[in-house]
């Protein structure tokens, strides 16, 4: 067997690492709670002790594996790196083969309610997709890494081998968050085969121009205000990871309620604020997103992915505006795109605003995200 053979793959976890997780959780030193103290100071005690008992106690993550076996699993080595994916094959033979990209905390999950309505859709006449849904490099079932240096631009080019080696030529990307960076990227690297990127949280900066701030909308200026709330008093996490990655992961690598408290806070910041949480984003599916980096250790690869990004000197560096159609879906929440700001490095040619969800559409509306894939892709 070679590095690039295609290798199905099952997802078992053994039943002693279920019982380990249950046997930490019942062992947590909780913190006190001072009277008073609310989301705005972190995880209240109170809520991450009753969401940890439930995760050890009700939550079933054999009902969750079974969901994700009951679609067509691989690994394949790219790079060095094991690198693992979905391949979910619509019936319909004219098909757009779509690359579906995850970001943190996100995991392959996110999709699975995406799948049937992507691969086949209920009306005559709406597109439909070949769907290929990675780990990222590092994440999940695809981790832990071996190795330093994957960044965007390495991340990209794997997921370009990956969807040669699948033997498609002409395909799309879609991507939040990770994947909001990672598929125009793949679409600059890949150009003469990627034929759109449809992203959501895609992060766009200001060009510095006075005209272009005055002539910003209300809600435009509102999403600027937004971006610049989380710069000041949400980022700590990404700058600790950008920083010392090592650190925060051997604490997330020792600590399942660690884990559960830095990724429901996320959860709890970025989705659609309308909502009660657990109404925007199910329990089920944040325990099984929270499950997944739990078993598969991958707080390491996980931390260090913001490090390449921080020390990326191609990053940030001027580079010509993409040219591969791209449409951008903005949701209520923890979404601060502008589009006169994207429009100076993307070919905008698709933009939709939705007066609900937030940072994990894939999760809390995946109808309007469904929709809009539909929509933007069906035109190419």
Request: charged share 25%.
């Amino acid at each position: 067997m070679s590095d690039n053979d295609i290798r199905p793959f099952r997802i078992d976890i053994p039943q002693a690492d279920l019982d380990d997780l249950r046997e930490r959780l019942a062992r947590t030193r909780w913190i006190d709670e001072v009277p008073g103290a609310g989301w705005e100071r972190g995880v209240p005690t109170a809520y991450l002790r009753e969401l940890a008992g439930h995760w050890a106690e009700k939550f079933d993550w054999r009902a969750v594996e079974a969901e994700l076996n009951a679609h067509p699993q691989f690994t394949t080595t790219i790079a060095g790196q094991n690198l693992h994916f979905l391949h979910v094959r619509s019936p319909h033979a004219d098909a757009i083969p779509l690359l579906l990209i995850h970001g943190w905390p996100s995991s392959v999950v996110d999709f699975l309610d995406l799948i049937g309505p992507l691969t086949d859709p209920s009306e005559p006449g709406m597109p439909a997709f070949h769907l290929v849904i990675p780990s990222l490099p590092g994440y999940g079932f695809s981790g832990p890494l071996t190795e330093l240096g994957w960044n965007d631009g390495k991340v990209a080019s794997a997921f370009a081998e990956l969807m040669a080696r699948l033997g498609y030529d002409r395909y799309g990307v879609q991507g939040g968050d990770h994947g909001a960076f990672i598929a125009p990227v793949l679409a600059r690297v890949d150009a003469e085969h990627v034929l759109g990127v449809h992203v959501n949280a895609l992060v766009t900066f200001p060009t510095g121009d006075p005209a272009d701030f005055a002539a910003l909308t209300e809600a435009e200026q509102g999403r600027l205000a937004a971006m610049k709330r989380f710069q000041d008093d949400g980022a700590a996490y990404m700058n600790l990871k950008g920083s010392r990655p090592g650190t925060i992961a051997q604490a997330l690598a020792d600590s399942p309620t660690g884990q559960l408290g830095w990724i429901v806070e996320k959860y709890r910041e970025w989705s659609d604020q309308s909502r009660p949480l657990e109404d925007a984003v199910d329990r089920d599916r944040m325990l099984a997103n929270v499950s997944i980096y739990w078993f598969t250790e991958t707080a390491r690869s996980v931390a260090n992915y913001y490090y390449e990004r921080f020390h990326d000197a191609s990053m940030f560096a001027p580079k010509a505006k993409g040219t591969v159609p791209t449409g951008v879906a903005v949701f209520k929440d923890g979404d601060y795109a502008i589009r006169r700001f994207a429009e100076q490095a993307h070919t905008v040619t698709h933009w939709s605003e939705f007066f609900s969800g937030g940072h994990f559409p894939a999760l809390e509306v995946p109808e309007l995200l469904a929709g809009d894939i539909r929509e933007f892709f069906g035109s190419r």
